[in-house]
């Protein structure tokens, strides 16, 4: 998530990568008969010539080139009914101490190579090679970096997980074994700890996938903090057939573990603005400082007179820059941010944040332009949680971790581009705890004491596996 900055995108080809099969990893021991993996003989991996072959996508395209000689998967098992010995099997996989080993060592090498948005090379390579040793299947890239990847039927219904993967222009100020090793960047919102769970995720689903009712699309994204990648993610396929995607965030706000998220608006729509204020030198009377000035102050009026004290919004002016050129033009450059938690509030915002600074110059002879950055996709809308999709969270979260395990959080004024995927599909955003004091892990994201319990990781990864097989079940 971000509080405020902006990048311009970067642009490139966009090539296919699919992966071969390998034989699945064993699963838990179970009692309930319809949950437990190990009471089903694994479906042999299709017989492939492992010098040309390629494991097929869901739903494959008629166009003969991109077809592969595989066989197709088996059909899928009978319908099923979620029990809670289906949560427990999904946990104690997660829990299982190599399981915990791995992941924590798949997000600690993460951490300490930290890659800035559209630059995630070292990290998209280690989730391919790892998905290629689990014989999991992909498409890459997408958005220059992004991974979509599959588990499951190839069938429908199919559910999206997503993990955000690039780092912050931070120097790392925790001092622990794998502190980052590039000087000037860091994972100091989590994403190394968001890819490394679903990437556990990814190791229960595929030790799972006989039981799967449908298809899981895991999708792991360049570019949340500064470039839109959901954005650009969307325009590259990610969302090819999803029904429905959720996404997880660490917070520090939570206990370790605890899950917590609310429906409806869930993080602000945010959006940046840059107003150039001049004065001509053949305007005797204008001066561009004073109507600057006063459009800052009416600017704060639009909050408190004009907006529902009980619909949050923001509008704050952030720089001032003032200046004159040799011809005697004079220049004030106002920069700023606003946030509302509807669509319709937060265009309204920008409506009136143009009107207010173009008007305001008039008043005192100078001339005003407002730019929202909206070409170099800087506007983030807000992140609304479907009902439905939030209950689903709810009860699995409830199911897996305990009656104590799930909070009904307050709406933030935080954005995240996950908002882009919920404008298309039912979507669930929610937040799992990495609180300790003990640990010290209380500090905020983006800042460079910001830290993890690691504990959370195998949390998370059983909520994501956990959210994506039972809505197979419960929405197929």
């Not at 042999?44 to 197709?72: D, E, G, V």
């Not at 040799?326 to 938690?341: D, P």
Request: with cysteine; proline share 9%; hydrophobic share 40%.
């Amino acid at each position: 998530m971000k509080p405020q900055q902006k990048l311009s995108l970067l642009l490139s080809p966009l090539i296919f990568t699919l992966i071969l099969p390998s034989p699945p990893i064993s699963a838990a021991a179970d009692d309930d008969f319809p949950c437990s993996s190990s009471l089903f003989d694994p479906p042999p991996p299709p017989s492939l010539n492992y010098s040309n072959s390629h494991l097929n996508p869901p739903n494959p395209s008629t166009n003969n080139k991109n077809r592969s000689t595989a066989k197709p998967p088996p059909p899928p098992p009978p319908p099923r009914v979620w029990t809670r010995s289906c949560s427990d099997a999904v946990l104690e996989l997660a829990r299982r101490p190599e399981a915990v080993s791995w992941i924590e060592n798949l997000r600690r090498k993460i951490h300490e190579y930290p890659e800035l948005a559209f630059q995630e090379v070292r990290t998209s390579a280690l989730i391919r090679s790892e998905l290629e040793r689990m014989g999991v299947g992909f498409k890459y890239p997408l958005a220059q970096t992004g991974i979509r990847a599959w588990i499951g039927t190839g069938g429908p219904p199919f559910v999206g997980l997503r993990a955000d993967m690039d780092a912050l222009p931070i120097q790392e100020a925790v001092e622990w074994e794998h502190k980052s090793k590039v000087a000037g960047k860091m994972h100091a919102c989590g994403h190394d700890a968001h890819v490394a769970m679903l990437m556990g995720a990814a190791k229960i689903l595929k030790a799972r996938e006989h039981l799967l009712q449908g298809t899981v699309i895991l999708i792991f994204q360049p570019a949340e903090e500064a470039g839109n990648g959901a954005k650009r993610m969307i325009a590259d396929g990610a969302l090819e057939n999803v029904e429905a995607i959720f996404a997880l965030h660490v917070s520090h706000e939570l206990p370790t573990a605890v899950i917590g998220s609310r429906p409806g608006p869930l993080l602000a729509g945010c959006g940046f603005f840059r107003a150039l204020i001049t004065t001509p030198h053949n305007r005797r009377h204008g001066d561009s400082i004073l109507a600057a000035s006063a459009a800052i102050i009416s600017l704060q009026g639009i909050i408190s007179r004009e907006v529902n004290p009980l619909d949050s919004q923001v509008v704050s002016v952030t720089t001032i820059d003032a200046s004159s050129t040799t011809s005697g033009e004079s220049i004030v450059v106002l920069g700023g941010t606003f946030r509302a938690f509807s669509n319709a509030t937060f265009y309204q915002l920008l409506h009136r944040i143009r009107q207010v600074i173009v008007q305001q110059a008039a008043v005192y002879e100078c001339s005003a332009t407002v730019d929202f950055f909206e070409e170099e996709s800087t506007i983030y809308p807000p992140t609304v949680n479907d009902e439905g999709m939030y209950e689903h969270v709810r009860k699995v979260a409830g199911d897996l971790l305990g009656g104590n395990s799930f909070r009904v959080v307050p709406p933030m004024m935080g954005a995240e581009d996950f908002s882009f995927y919920s404008e298309v599909v039912p979507a669930a955003f929610y937040y799992v705890g990495i609180r300790n004091e003990a640990l010290g892990s209380t500090h905020t994201g983006h800042s460079p004491h910001f830290m993890i319990d690691e504990d959370v990781l195998p949390v998370g990864a059983a909520a994501h596996a956990a959210i994506a097989e039972r809505y197979l079940i419960g929405y197929g």
